[in-house]
């Protein structure tokens, strides 16, 4: 019965390539024409395909927990950063550096940088602001105490059934000490800590024990920047530090650039060159395994024609399909 239906199809086979076939000899010019404008077409489109090189795109979007992370990094910053190191044996140099290099970044358009870093004076005067809101427990059981205390105390006293007729005695003194709330000694105590947070950078700036390195980190807007996104950033940034010219603050002036932003752009390069290495390399060995059997470049020409036209169309669906490509 199999072999029956097997037979059927063969021959149907058979009967629809022997049609194609013909139709193409009939047609060669059109088909040849509509052959090259399709291969032409999804070249185009498969240079459209971007590469996600961020480990959130491997992550399943619906899911409760990764739209939660992504949430709230959209609001308080993701983890790319972009960190730009000034090497310098001039630390005035350097200083001023930072601050041309931080209000040229101040000036870009709105909505491209949520923050830049440079300096730990911004997170000492947020603690100093918000201290109480990192205390430990033993602390806050310490205020509470002394809270409770303080609410019991002005119940007793304002209540409309103490009379204190003992103070309205000529020569008498309550003695009952009014009780004060105050947590100025855990104040200080935190705000200690925060004053640590300077010592192990020069002026508190972010520096090396040396102070020939000082580091500005460049948080962008965007939980998971886009490659083309990131690169524009980059490629601002690498402008930005251009114009300035560091040499012109101090002879010995470097300025580079590091962060996840950064290796991102080279792992965009690196998987790019793993394509085209591999690709290379398929194409190398597999035309020599078909001259070994089919000793005519000419046949291996065709071959290696109709692979690259079928590959050019898989990645022009994939485009329209998908959009992009992940590690």
């Known amino acids: 019965m199999v072999s029956k239906y097997h037979g059927k ?8 390539s022997d049609k194609y076939i013909k139709f193409l000899s009939k ?6 024409i509509v052959f090259i404008l399709m291969v032409a077409a999804s070249v185009f489109f498969s240079s459209k395909l971007t590469i996600l090189t961020d480990f959130f795109e491997l992550l399943p979007e619906e ?3 990764v739209k939660v992370i992504k949430k709230y990094m959209d609001r308080v910053g993701g983890v790319n950063k972009l960190l730009v190191g000034v090497e310098t044996k001039d630390f005035e140099s350097g200083k001023r550096f930072v601050h041309d290099f931080v209000d040229k970044l101040g000036a870009l358009p709105e909505g491209t940088i949520r923050y830049v870093d440079y300096n730990v004076q911004q ?15 033993p602390d806050i059981d310490e205020i509470y105490k002394r809270l409770k205390k303080k609410i019991e105390y ?4 304002n209540s409309p059934f103490n009379l204190k007729l003992m103070d309205e005695i000529e020569g008498t003194k309550s ?8 947590i100025d000694d855990i104040k200080d105590k935190y705000k200690g800590d925060v004053e640590s947070i300077s010592e192990n950078y020069k002026e508190g700036y972010y520096t090396n024990k040396e102070g020939d390195l000082l580091a500005v980190s460049i948080v962008p807007f965007g939980s998971s920047l886009s490659f083309k996104k990131a690169k524009q950033i980059n490629d601002t940034v690498e402008k930005i530090i251009k114009e300035m010219n560091p040499s012109s603050y101090s002879k010995d002036m470097k300025v580079g650039l590091a962060g996840s932003m950064r290796s991102r752009m080279e792992e965009n390069e690196s998987i790019k060159h793993d394509i085209v290495s591999t690709a290379l390399l398929v194409f190398i060995l597999v035309s020599l395994s078909i001259y070994i059997f089919i000793p005519s ?3 291996i020409g065709m071959l290696i024609l109709n692979l690259c036209a079928a590959v050019a169309v898989t990645m022009a669906i994939t485009y329209f399909y998908i959009g992009s490509l992940n590690t």
Request: cysteine-free; charged content about 40%; glycine content about 0%.
């Open 9 to 16: 199809l063969d021959k149907y086979a058979r009967s629809f």
């Open 297 to 299: 470049f000419s046949a």
């Open 63 to 65: 899911t409760p927990s």
């Open 123 to 137: 997170t000492k005067d947020y603690f100093n602001d918000n201290a109480l809101l990192y205390i430990d427990k």
């Open 154 to 157: 002005e119940k007793k006293e």
């Open 175 to 182: 003695k009952k000490e009014k009780v004060e709330f105050n």
């Open 27 to 32: 047609n060669s010019s059109k088909a040849m």
